[in-house]
C-alpha cells in the first residue's frame, strides 16, 4: 500500500515494479545511471552508435554469428552495429577466474511500438554453457540502457556475448527493422576487502541520487564468507530498496541481507526467495547502514560471486506515519472511497513501527454502513524483524477480529464480519515470546505497513 507513484529524478524513467504482498504493491520509475562500487558515475561516450573504430576494421559483427567468427571487444571498448529481424551478434572477451563483468547495451530506438528492438544479452563458456543473461536490468526495466547483465566469469578463459532481440530469443519471429545498438564490456568496482566485520566493513559508498540503481559486487572466498559494506545516505525517513542478481547462472550462490545500523542492531532481514523480487527497508531512522551479505547455499571459491543493487527513495516516501504515543488515543485512519464497481470500498493506509515490548499502535476507523473488515499487513514481507499480532476491536473494547505472525508470513484479517456501522479499532503489537520478551524485532526493526479496508461486500 505505498504512497503515489514515484518518478525517476534523472533521465526519463520507465517504471518497473514488484509486490510485496497483496495489497502493498510499490511501483517506482527508476533510472540506472551506471553507478560502481564507490557510488561514482562513469562517463558515457558520446561516439556514434555504430562506431567500430576501436575494433579491427576488417571485422563486422553482421558476420558474427556464431563463436568461430565472434567479433573480438575488449574491456571498455564501445562497438555495436543494427540489428533486424533475428540476426545474433556475438562478442569475445577474455575473462579472469572470480572477475566480475557487467554488459551494457544501449538502443538507439527506445520506441514503444511493436517492432522496436528489445535486446536480450547472454553470456557463455566457450562449451557453450550458459553464465549469465539479462533481458532488462537485474532489478527491472530502467531508463539508461536496453539492457545491463551482471555475472563472473568463473575460469581464467575467452567467453561470448550474444546481442539479439528479446522475440527471436523466446523462439518467435522478430519484427525488429534495422536498428542500431551499441554495447559495452565493463569491470566494475572490486569486491570488498578481507578480512572484514560489522565494525570494520571491507567496503563502502554513499548514495547520492534517488531512484538510481547502485551496485556493488561481492565473492565468498571461503565457507560461511560473510562481507560487509557500509552505505551513506543522503537523508533519513526513506525507503531503501535491497535486490539481488538472480541471472548470474555460474555462481551457485545464494546471497541474503542483514542490515545493522549505526548502533549496530540488526534492523532487516532479506533472504534469497525474497530478494530476487526485491526487498524494501521502511523509513530509515539513520543515514549510514552495514549490509552484511552472505551465502545461504554454503561453500565458497572464485565461483562463488553475486551483485547486490540498492536504490534510494525520495524523504518521506511512503504511507502516513502513525503518532506515538498512539497506544491509548488511536490515529485516525483517514478511510478513502476507491469506487469499485460493486458496493461500497473504503481504504486507509499507514505506516508505523512498534518501538517496544509494551508499544501498541492503534488505528481508528467509522463505518457509515455495515461492512466486511480487512487488515493488509506487512512486517517480514519486507524485511522488518517484527513478529507481529493484529486486532480489531469494537466501540465497548471487544475483540472481533484477530491474527497474528505464523510460520514466517505476516498477519492478515480477511473479511471479518459483516459488522454494523459504527467506531473501530485495529491494533498492532509485537508477540510475545512467554518470558517478557518479543519472538522478533522491535524498535527500527519493528517496522511496518497495513491497509485497512472497510466494504459492501467480501474483497
Known amino acids: 500500500m505505498a504512497g503515489p507513484g514515484l518518478h525517476a529524478t534523472e533521465g526519463q524513467g520507465k517504471p518497473f515494479s514488484y509486490t510485496t504482498t497483496m495489497l502493498l504493491l510499490v511501483h517506482f520509475l527508476a533510472c540506472e545511471p551506471g553507478v560502481n562500487q564507490t557510488g561514482s558515475t562513469p562517463s558515457e561516450s558520446d561516439a556514434d552508435t555504430d562506431s567500430d573504430a576501436d575494433a579491427d576494421a576488417d571485422a563486422d559483427p553482421d558476420d558474427a554469428d556464431d563463436f568461430a567468427t565472434a567479433w573480438d571487444l575488449p574491456f571498455d571498448t564501445e562497438s555495436g552495429d543494427a540489428i533486424e529481424g533475428d540476426d545474433i551478434d556475438i562478442y569475445k572477451v577474455t575473462g579472469t577466474a572470480g572477475q566480475q563483468f557487467r554488459v551494457q547495451v544501449i538502443n538507439s530506438d527506445e520506441g514503444e511500438a511493436e517492432d522496436s528492438l528489445d535486446t536480450v544479452v547472454q553470456v557463455f563458456e566457450a562449451n557453450g554453457t550458459r553464465i549469465a543473461w539479462e533481458d532488462e536490468h537485474p532489478a527491472g526495466e530502467v ?23 528479446r522475440r527471436s530469443y523466446e523462439g518467435s519471429e522478430s519484427p525488429v527493422s534495422s536498428t542500431d545498438y551499441t554495447v559495452q564490456i565493463l569491470s566494475p568496482g572490486s569486491i570488498p576487502a578481507e578480512d572484514d566485520s560489522l565494525l570494520s566493513v571491507g567496503g563502502s559508498f554513499d548514495i547520492e541520487n ?250
Open 210 to 459: 534517488t531512484y538510481s540503481w547502485y551496485s556493488f559486487p561481492l565473492l565468498f572466498e571461503e565457507e560461511a564468507d560473510v562481507d560487509f559494506v557500509s552505505v551513506g545516505l543522503p537523508y533519513d525517513d526513506a525507503a531503501v530498496v535491497l535486490v539481488a542478481n538472480e541471472h548470474v547462472e555460474s555462481s551457485p550462490a545464494q546471497p541474503y541481507i542483514d542490515v545493522y545500523n549505526q548502533d549496530a542492531e540488526q534492523v532487516f532481514h532479506a533472504d534469497p526467495a525474497w530478494l530476487g523480487e526485491g526487498r524494501q527497508m521502511l523509513s530509515t531512522l539513520g543515514t549510514s547502514y552495514v549490509l552484511a551479505v552472505g551465502n545461504s547455499a554454503g561453500g565458497g571459491g572464485e565461483a562463488y560471486g553475486a551483485w547486490i543493487f540498492v536504490l534510494i527513495t525520495e524523504e518521506g516516501y511512503g504511507n502516513d506515519r502513525e503518532t506515538e504515543p498512539n497506544d491509548e488515543v488511536a490515529d485516525d485512519l483517514d478511510m478513502v472511497d476507491q469506487e469499485p464497481s460493486a458496493g461500497s470500498w473504503y481504504a486507509g493506509y499507514a505506516e508505523g513501527r512498534v518501538e517496544s515490548t509494551a508499544d501498541v499502535d492503534a488505528y481508528a476507523l467509522g463505518t457509515g454502513d455495515e461492512a466486511y473488515l480487512s487488515v493488509a499487513f506487512g512486517a517480514l514481507s519486507y524485511g522488518s524483524l517484527l513478529v507481529a499480532g493484529l486486532d480489531i476491536t469494537d466501540e465497548s473494547g471487544t475483540v472481533i477480529a484477530t491474527a497474528s505472525s505464523v510460520g514466517g508470513d505476516d498477519p492478515q484479517i480477511e473479511n471479518a464480519g459483516p459488522f454494523p456501522a459504527g467506531s473501530y479499532t485495529v491494533t498492532v503489537r509485537a508477540l510475545d515470546d512467554g518470558s517478557g520478551g518479543t519472538l522478533g524485532g522491535v524498535g527500527e526493526g519493528g517496522a511496518y505497513r497495513l491497509g485497512v479496508h472497510a466494504t459492501s461486500v467480501p474483497m
Open 143 to 165: 531508463s539508461t540502457y536496453d539492457s545491463v547483465c551482471f555475472g563472473f566469469f568463473p575460469s581464467t578463459a575467452e567467453y561470448y556475448v550474444q546481442v539479439q532481440d
